[in-house]
């Protein structure tokens, strides 16, 4: 499996920004989705995921504010980010989990200030 992000960026308190990834090299089907993140310093961390029936789960800290969602005909997932602050500045990671099968993309950096 193979997973390549984009939608990265500067962008200013307040504002949004859409994170994309394609999937290939696997049944895109039976892959849970998900987007975490990684700030300087801290723990890489669980933002958002999908199955693929549609059912989500969010970090407390999303608060309403992203929204995940996934493409079967497109083999994507993209991560809607409204509101930004500056404490979602981090390395942001698409994943895909099968049972043990777990792979990463290799992180877009999101950053958010004035």
């Known amino acids: 499996v193979q997973l390549v992000e984009s939608g990265g960026g500067l962008v200013q308190p307040g504002g949004s920004l859409r994170l994309s990834c394609v999937f290939s090299g696997g049944i895109f089907s039976i892959y849970v989705m998900g987007w975490y993140r990684q700030a300087p310093g801290k723990q890489r961390e669980l933002v958002a995921a999908v199955t693929s029936d549609g059912n989500t789960n969010y970090a407390d800290f999303v608060k309403g504010r992203f929204t995940i969602s996934r493409d079967s005909a497109e083999r994507t997932v993209a991560l809607q980010m409204n509101n930004l602050e500056p404490e979602d500045t981090a390395v942001y990671y698409c994943?895909?989990?099968?049972?043990?099968?777990?792979?990463w993309g290799q992180g877009t950096l999101v950053t958010v200030s004035s």
């Open positions: 994943n895909a989990r099968f049972i043990k099968d777990v792979n």
